[in-house]
């Protein structure tokens, strides 16, 4: 962990000192290869498989990092979030494991069934109205009350440092990648991905790959500053947080580009993984074959690797079924 | 191969033979443990992910056996197959890969995706009327015409030898497995299954899986004759064909058990997979999942090996959703 202007920056060491941490709680995920996808493509690719972490998602490895990091002094009074999605899981499922509390604030009017993932992995909800103010205040009173140790889902060293272990196994399964691919939403993995691998193959490119209709990371690139929208609207929902300091801190110094996908083009790459490579996966993971196929002349002839970050779907509503 | 009472019956040496033919054009495939399916049932499970597997089912291992087994002459005249399922799937692979023409005979009313399916992997399609008679007629037409050998989906030694190898991997792959289980429709995986076990790894129980609605294979198995039901209707599609006489004489030798699951188990154990393992499989494969959930007596404190016999589904029809 270094100080870059105020900013606690983690270095690679954390990201080793991490996977030592949490490798009794995660698994070391598979990677799987698709001729049909390379035929497609035109490209060689490596799909590594967060969907089958536990917990369905690769969310799991900052949290526990950050978890099983805390004193046992600090870890008696349990942490605490404010999400719905994985990071919520996640987080419930390391405190588990430590058997400590996981206090989770989400608002009321989220979907009975993320309630109910977030309680079987034992985590404690504390409803929220469904707005910002709400959810601070919530949150702020459960802080208060708990002492609970609040982990962020992305914008916090603990986490990045734990999700740059991803890439860590990627680069020990698959010799000779040209680049790496991921999802950008808040920008935690490809923070990650971005601290591991400008310190183990600085010559790998790393793409991130963003929804049309939730583009602030794309626009921030561009633009060289943070942008942040206001509740954008995507299926693929584990993108729609804005980045913060610390994520953007890796974006703006190690990404190579940031791509895009319209939702339609998001959904086939979905349902193209589902009916050939026989894989749930999220729309959210979609994202970076939508970008593959899309622009054939970045990819092509390159030995690429693509991270699959989660596979929690809600088999009920899938993104091609028409009401 | 040997000759029991008029029935040319593979052997053991064929399964080895088969496995180091085939061995170029099919996947080892993975196996996956989900520590949730081994709380819920009380077993240790082993899933052999042959929906990975090339044309998305076991029945690549059969086909190429067929395919790769004739020799040039025969082969230079194509195969044949008259189905609608992943058997025409995977003969039509083996002979594009082999380079030969696959005619394979279909009801004109088959849904337009197994159409595209079979032609996409280069298959031949006649189409005949939806009756038995139409198909036999067409079929006999299409056989004189090309002089193709005919490749049945099951009933065929080479083809029960080819399915033998999945068993002769699992066993390398998973030690000490004291049941394997896989679904039985005609009952060619069974009888590999049985072929492979009964040389290599006597004392391990072959349980076979059966919908309660197409359960033709159990009351044989419990009569100690072969009794064909006309057109079953189970949503595990892939299962409602007949034993006929060469898997019949392995099911009626080795199986130790067939044990059957309701429409309704069968749907909530797939919905279940899909949930937890995040892996897209076919209804009929989980037909074992179903029955070792309703049987816990039968498979507690076991290490079970469960055969996932096929990924290709119509990911617009799901069996769960409504309407």
């Known amino acids: 962990m270094k100080d870059v202007s105020g900013l606690m920056v983690p270095e690679f060491q954390d990201v080793v ?3 030592e941490r949490i490798k009794p709680h995660i698994h070391r995920t598979p990677v799987l290869t698709s ?9 060689e690719l490596f799909f590594k498989c967060e969907n089958f972490q ?5 969310k799991v490895r900052g949290a526990c990092n950050a978890v099983f990091g805390l004193s046992d002094e600090d870890a008696r009074r349990g942490v605490a979030t404010h999400s719905s999605g994985n990071h919520a899981l996640s987080l419930s499922y390391a405190a588990g494991r430590r058997g400590i509390p996981c206090h989770v604030v989400m608002p009321r009017t989220a979907p009975q069934a993320k309630k109910d993932a977030v ?3 034992g985590g404690i909800i504390t409803e929220c109205e469904p707005s910002t103010t709400s959810r601070e205040e919530v949150f702020a009173r ?7 140790e609040f982990v962020h ?5 603990r986490v990045i ?3 740059g272990t991803c890439s860590r196994e990627f680069m020990e399964q698959v010799q000779g990648l040209d680049a790496v691919i991921a999802p950008i939403g808040g920008g935690g993995m490809i ?3 971005c601290l591991t691998l400008s310190n183990i193959a600085p010559h790998v490119e790393i793409y991130a790959a963003e929804p049309e209709q939730a583009d602030d990371a794309y626009r921030s690139f561009k633009a060289g500053h943070i942008i942040a929208d206001d509740a954008p609207n995507t299926v693929a929902d584990g993108l729609k947080v804005p980045l913060k300091d610390l994520t953007w801190h890796f974006v703006s110094n190690h990404v190579t580009d940031i791509l895009t996908a319209s939702e339609q083009e998001i959904i086939d790459a979905m349902k193209l993984t589902w009916a050939r490579m026989k894989i749930v996966m999220e729309p959210s993971c979609a994202v970076p074959l939508a970008v593959i196929l899309k622009n054939p002349e970045v990819f092509r002839g390159k030995r690429v690797g693509v991270i699959v970050t989660g596979g929690n779907v809600d088999l009920d509503k899938l993104p091609w079924m028409k009401g």
């Open 142 to 148: 459960v802080e208060a009350e708990t002492g609970a």
């Open 35 to 43: 001729e049909y996808m390379n035929q497609l493509s035109g490209a």
């Open 191 to 193: 923070s990650g991905t």
């Open 153 to 157: 889902p992305y914008n916090d060293p």
């Open 54 to 58: 536990k917990a369905g998602a690769f």
């Open 119 to 121: 309680r079987g992995y």
């Open 17 to 19: 000192d991490a996977h």
């Open 161 to 163: 440092a734990g999700q």
